[in-house]
């Protein structure tokens, strides 16, 4: 349905609050929302001028922080690439933005192509996952062979779902089920006549769907006065307006009533039968061992082996007979469900075991658990791990961000140690500051690094006053003496 026009006095008042915001507005970001919001009033007063003003403020301060943001990121995934190709495409006239902006989008449409292939071809794909396959290749159409790509696996994907919603809409029988095989028509709509057997399950849903009992209003008499007629006009809106509230025992006894309509009766009956007969074969195999009759006695052991066997059978009977009763959202609900609290019983066990490793050296985390953000943002590792530094190592900090000489003088440290481990150094993860400061120095302007770092870690507690600018000036200088070394 199409969205209803905007009258002369909302358009008039949205384009005021905008103008307040853009007197305000102070970053790019704000700017380029207030460009979207401009747009939006399309010919409404000067609001084309007012989206190029939008966009000319942000244009300078966007290019300048997303172009470095790119650059100094390791790894850029597709929607931090998608994101930049969009505000560069907004800022097109300025600079190369225009040529950005498709470098950019070329890139994320490279990413999604890897990740859509690698779901294809992967022998061990889910159907859920083809289909996220398929809408990465819609997203991304024209780029390399996504169009013939497209067509096989869009066509492969269809046939699997209209087949799971036909066959889900021949057994369906409730509400629920009708809609559930809806939407999985609605998803391969291009296939077939899915679109109309999608509209079908729609209607037949909508028949069985339980109706909303109707408030029941006396009948005003047909000769009466006014003042009658008024008053029993205002008793019948009163009622209409302030509906009986719902306690929580009425709100479950609907939850029940609506679970209990959408469940499979024939399947229903199954379970219980199957159930029974279970129940029944385990009193039977427990009777064994206190009977007294002879016959039973001799042949007691192939007894018992044959109410096993009729006890596994009829387990399995009743649990695929319940699972078929369930909806196909009652049967995701239950397994969620399940889940939790297969979780919750395995996680004591888990901490137990996690804490027992990490007792003898042995940390299945894979993280420091110091607590400092100087120690997480290196990652050491065990000696025998510690492969490949180059690619491992990387300071997260920045220098312009620390806000007092204890954090500088944590950013200095943290360079130092990334280049000595890259030299070869190897460090054991229960070594502490002092003791690596011992093993690795090589002359008293290291050994000052290192005394100056102790007392950054105790900032603080009253040793910040001792982290001079000087200081750390001095520090600096030194890292940046071993470093041409």
């Known amino acids: 349905m199409a969205d209803r026009p905007m009258t002369e006095s909302e358009l008039n008042a949205r384009y005021i609050a905008a103008t307040r915001r853009f007197a305000e507005a102070s970053s790019w970001r704000a700017y380029i929302e207030l460009a979207d919001e401009f747009h939006a009033l399309d010919t409404y007063s000067d609001?084309?001028?007012m989206y190029l003003r939008c966009i000319k403020a942000a244009s300078a301060p966007a290019y300048r922080e997303i172009t470095e943001r790119i650059a100094s990121l390791s790894a850029p995934t597709a929607d931090e690439y998608r994101e930049a190709a969009r505000v560069m495409q907004l800022i097109s006239d300025y600079s190369d933005a225009r040529e950005l902006a498709r470098v950019y989008a070329i890139r994320a449409k490279a990413f999604d192509y890897a990740e859509a292939t690698a779901l294809v071809m992967n022998s061990d794909a889910t159907l859920e996952e083809i289909g996220r396959a398929v809408e990465?290749?819609?997203a991304i159409k024209g780029y390399k062979d996504t169009r013939e790509l497209l067509e096989r696996y869009e066509r492969y994907y269809g046939e699997k779902m209209y087949a799971e919603g036909v066959a889900l809409m021949e057994r369906a029988h409730v509400y629920s089920a009708f809609e559930d095989a809806a939407e999985i028509f609605e998803r391969v709509s291009y296939y077939a006549d899915a679109a109309a057997l999608a509209a079908t399950c729609r209607k037949r849903a909508q028949k069985l769907r339980p109706?909303?009992?109707?408030?029941?209003?006396s009948n005003v008499p047909a000769k009466t006065d006014e003042v009658a007629?008024?008053?029993?006009r205002d008793t019948v809106t009163a009622t209409r307006v302030k509906p009986k509230k719902q306690t929580?025992?009425?709100e479950t006894r609907n939850q029940l009533r609506e679970v209990w309509e959408s469940l499979d009766k024939r399947r229903l009956v199954w379970v219980i039968l199957w159930w029974a007969l279970f129940v029944a074969d385990l009193s039977f195999s427990i009777s064994i061992s206190g009977s007294q009759n002879a016959w039973i006695a001799k042949y007691a052991n192939e007894l018992r082996l044959a109410s096993t066997i009729v006890a596994v059978v009829t387990a399995a009977l009743g649990v695929r007979d319940l699972l078929r009763m369930l909806t196909p959202s009652m049967r995701r609900k239950l397994g969620k469900a399940a889940l939790r609290v297969l979780a919750r019983i395995v996680k004591p066990f888990v901490t137990a075991v996690t804490k027992v490793?990490?007792?003898i050296g042995i940390d299945l985390t894979r993280r420091n658990r110091l607590g400092g953000r100087d120690e997480r943002s290196i990652v050491f590792g065990d000696e025998e791990k510690v492969k490949k530094p180059k690619k491992r190592l990387k300071n997260d900090l920045k220098w312009a961000e620390q806000t007092d000489n204890a954090a500088r003088v944590r950013f200095i440290f943290i360079d130092y140690m990334i280049r000595r481990?890259?030299?070869?150094?190897?460090?054991?993860?229960t070594m502490t500051p002092a003791e690596i400061g011992r093993d690795v120095t090589r002359d008293e302007e290291e050994q000052k690094l290192f005394q100056a770092y102790d007392m950054a870690r105790y900032a603080g507690k009253g040793a910040a006053d001792e982290l001079t600018d000087a200081l750390v000036g001095e520090l600096r200088a030194i890292a940046q003496k071993q470093k041409k070394n």
């Open 248 to 250: 929580p025992a009425d």
């Open 211 to 217: 109706k909303s009992k109707k408030v029941r209003t």
């Open 136 to 138: 990465i290749f819609r």
């Open 421 to 429: 481990i890259r030299e070869g150094y190897r460090m054991k993860r």
């Open 229 to 232: 007629v008024t008053r029993v």
């Open 47 to 49: 609001a084309a001028q």
């Open 357 to 359: 490793l990490a007792g």
